[in-house]
């Protein structure tokens, strides 16, 4: 099975930068996903990992360590518009197929 | 590029009617679709899994007899909740991919059964 934990909740300052985590247990890691997703809204991609590394994008950056099962979304110049839930959702290659197990999602509150 | 829509994006319906959501790839062919289910401040739960052509495969503990999926084409599926009772109310999101890694998600249509 598939495990996958992330904080509920983060509140930071606009112009700031935060950090969200998220650390996974999966058989059959096959690649690590950040969606965003604003209330009442489906997610919208944001960043895929599959090796070791950080990979950046605009004002977001993401990490990933396999070894330690280990994540983290990075977002830098935060704007209140990124005021959202964000997904962090493995693939795995559990039961055939390449499914996607989402985490609970942490909701970002950005404040003046 | 890679837009999924669904339709309707919101339905109400009576208990025990039976209610069709639609999930389209417009800009691509999707080889597989996936349905999922999402109560609110939950996160996303996976119902099925469908590739154009064959069945869905229905993940542990949702009914397939209630929950029909139809995968007639490379760019569309549908969701068919029959016998809608109140505790079926929920979020319904599709998403697609096409045979890389990247799934895209559609709108998600809100279902109310009253």
Redesign the interface.
Known sequence: GQNIDQPTEMTATEGAIVQINCTYQTSGFNGLFWYQQHAGEAPTFLSYNVLDGLEEKGRFSSFLSRSKGYSYLLLKELQMKDSASYLCAVRGRTGGGNKLTFGTGTQLKVEL | GAVVS?HPSRVICKSGTSVKIECRSLDFQAT?M?WYRQFP??????MA?SNEGSKA?YEQGVEKDKFLINHASLTLSTLTVTSAHPEDSS?Y?CSAESGG????????T?LTVT
């Open positions: 669904q597989t996936f401040k939950k996160s996303l739960m996976l899994t495969t979020f999101i890694t990247t799934q895209y998600f559609g709108p998600g809100r």
